[in-house]
């Protein structure tokens, strides 16, 4: 189940790159991009700062699919 993300698309109607936002969230320019790429899974703790930044749930910005039904 990979963990997708709406990060760019959040960035980008808040005009901020992605400098701006890792500093708004205590994370490299870097780290940001590889969240993006979905090359790297944020700590809970990072997720929730993102998260806190576009004011909207954490499920909002992350989501997992490919999920089979239990």
Do not use: C, H, W
């Amino acid at each position: 189940m990979p963990l997708e993300n709406r990060l760019k698309e959040l960035r980008a109607a808040r005009s901020l790159n992605q400098q701006q936002l890792g500093q708004l969230v205590g994370a490299s320019r870097q780290t940001i991009s590889l969240i993006e790429r979905g090359d790297y899974n944020p700590s809970i703790t990072l997720a929730l700062r993102i998260a806190q930044v576009f004011e909207t749930p954490v499920e909002e910005v992350f989501y997992l699919t490919g999920e089979e039904e239990q």
